[in-house]
């Protein structure tokens, strides 16, 4: 083979080579790089139903909740403090909660993760699902016998949103299989059979609550953005919205109390008034998690000032938490208002 011959064979190859590198590795090619191709992708009008008809399934597959507590200050803008954490975020991921003749299972997961954990106590626990309706977040079972018990029970599981984003709650109603069987009771037929079922699942989830899957489903049906929110009136004022029953709000807001360093001093239920004292974070018997928060060793200085926190119905089930100061010539401006107001919103579950 002549030199000429080997040099066209080689650059024929070279120009083939080329061609597969560019056919394969190029801005068009096979195996190009597609992480970018989302930005080229077209935006589609919304699909349109012919009128009278349910639109409700063509819903955004991930929606984007509104978010209430971006509160801006008037005047000089100063960098805010860190708002503070969620206390109890280092407590039991499942706590039983129990209000009068309630009980209920606080979860710190959101619901989407409570949904397919339930499903799998039932299945785990060889009991029968004879109802499922994601959306609403309730689960019923078959009529089973229980150990001990005179007549076959059915349950039923509901999971709602908990107070703060991210976590969820879940109710357990009991029917006895007598009477009337087509709907089910206000309140459970046995409360200790409801309140065992309760115990029973509230365990299972917290042993597997770190491989917890996730259900989609439940979590676009079941809303994920909490029911608890700071909020800015026109007239200025700042305050806390909690969408619930104004007794279970009650009994949130004093325990939240306690939890953020407010000394109850005197209350009137019937008024909606706590009447407190700011004992601050150094009135706590350790250093704990809101020791930097006001970045000084020293107390805070807030510390030691008397406030009235007034809660009133809005719309049921829904109430309006203000903080007030009991004597109007003490030092209280905004900024502190929106401090002590969301060290109390982190507390209330």
């Not at 560019?22 to 989302?38: A, H, I, T, V």
């Not at 008037?74 to 003749?101: M, N």
């Amino acid at each position: 083979m002549s030199v000429k011959t080997v040099r066209t064979t080689l650059l024929a190859t070279l120009l083939l080579a080329c061609t597969g590198c560019g056919y394969l590795f190029g801005d068009k090619g096979m195996f190009r790089d597609k992480s970018e191709d989302y930005k080229k992708a077209p935006e589609t009008p919304v699909l349109r139903v012919p009128e009278g008809k349910d639109s409700g399934a063509l819903r955004e597959t991930y929606p984007i909740p509104p978010v209430h507590d971006d509160l801006l200050l008037a005047g000089e803008f100063a960098v805010p403090r860190p708002a503070p954490l969620v206390a109890g975020a280092g407590e039991d991921i499942v706590r039983i909660q129990r209000l009068g003749d309630e009980n209920w299972a606080l979860i710190a997961v959101a619901p989407g993760q409570v949904w397919p954990q339930v499903r799998s106590f039932l299945a785990a626990s060889g009991i029968q699902v004879a109802r499922v309706d994601a959306r609403a977040g309730i689960m019923e079972t078959g009529w089973l016998t229980m150990e001990g018990q005179p007549m076959a029970s059915r349950y039923r599981f509901r999971m709602d949103q908990g107070v703060q984003r991210g976590t969820s709650e879940l109710h357990v109603l009991q029917m006895d299989q007598a009477g009337e069987l087509n709907s089910w009771p206000a309140e459970s037929d046995n409360a200790e059979q409801a309140d065992e079922m309760l115990r029973a699942v509230a365990q299972f989830l917290a042993n597997s609550a770190d491989s917890a899957p996730v259900s989609m489903i439940a979590e676009q049906g079941i809303s994920a953005s909490g029911k608890i929110s700071m909020q800015e009136a026109p007239e200025g004022y700042t305050y806390i919205r909690l969408a619930l029953p104004y007794d279970r709000a009650w009994a949130s807001l004093g325990r939240a109390l306690e939890k953020s360093t407010f000394e109850i001093t005197d209350r009137d239920r019937s008024g909606g008034n706590y009447y407190v004292s700011f004992l601050g974070p150094n009135a706590q018997e350790e250093a704990g998690w809101m020791d930097w928060l006001w970045d000084s060793d020293e107390d805070h200085p807030m510390a030691g000032q008397k406030f009235l926190v007034t809660m009133t119905t809005q719309d049921e089930p829904a109430v309006i938490i203000r903080l007030l100061p009991q004597d109007d010539s003490q030092s209280f401006d905004k900024r502190d208002e929106q401090d002590l107001l969301a060290l109390i919103k982190g507390n209330i579950h």
